[in-house]
């Protein structure tokens, strides 16, 4: 017998699923309350790495109906959410996507959209990372520093490395100079590397 479940996901404390279960409620699924897998996780995270979904893989069956309102609820990354399809096909799950018509991704219609909407988010992320690095080189060309700004100018790291050769701590110098531990660190160990 067949049985759906619900894969609904928020990102951040402040959001809730509620909109999402409305959505396939509004859609006419019926889904038990038990059957319902709700999860504030960030969708940067592997499907398979989110305690939630990992749960809703060992009850998954062959026959069974997985429904998400929309692809972004199952990943962020293209080739991570057409992952999680595949390996949900493999173990004979279908999967709804209600965004797309309520389209069911494992079949041939749904296999050609996902292969198409793949395509199209790797061609946008080539794009970006294209236009990032172009952006870069011009702001190169330019003469501008990038990065962020120095925590100390010049004479203030000259003076952090004077105290360190004075023999003050490095948490001391943090607190005069009003910097982090680290960057004191930082600042004796760039120091040592030019030195060598």
């Not at 520093?145 to 001391?172: E, F, I, T, W, Y």
Request: charged share 25%; hydrophobic share 45%.
């Amino acid at each position: 017998m067949s049985r759906t479940f619900l894969y609904a996901r928020v990102s951040t404390a402040e959001q809730t699923t509620a909109n999402q279960l409305n959505e396939v409620q509004a859609a006419g699924f019926a889904v038990e309350t038990k059957r319902i897998v709700a999860e504030c996780i960030s969708g940067s995270l592997p499907a398979s790495e989110r305690p939630g979904f990992a749960k809703l893989l060992d009850r998954l069956e062959a026959g069974d109906v997985l429904i998400v309102t929309k692809l972004d609820r199952l990943g962020r990354n293209a080739m991570d959410v057409r992952a999680t399809i595949e390996r949900l096909t493999g173990i004979g799950v279908r999967v709804h996507c209600l965004a797309l018509g309520g389209m069911d991704l494992t079949s041939a219609a749904g296999k050609m959209t996902m292969g198409v909407l793949t395509a199209v988010a790797e061609f946008e992320r080539d794009l970006l990372i294209e236009r990032t690095h172009a952006g870069l080189a011009r702001a190169r060309a330019e003469g501008k520093v990038m990065g962020r700004p120095r925590a100390l100018d010049n004479q203030k790291r000259g003076a952090v490395l004077d105290r360190l050769a004075a023999g003050h701590s490095v948490a001391s110098i943090a607190r005069d100079f009003k910097i982090s531990r680290p960057t004191v660190s930082r600042i004796r160990d760039s120091a040592q590397q030019v030195a060598l």
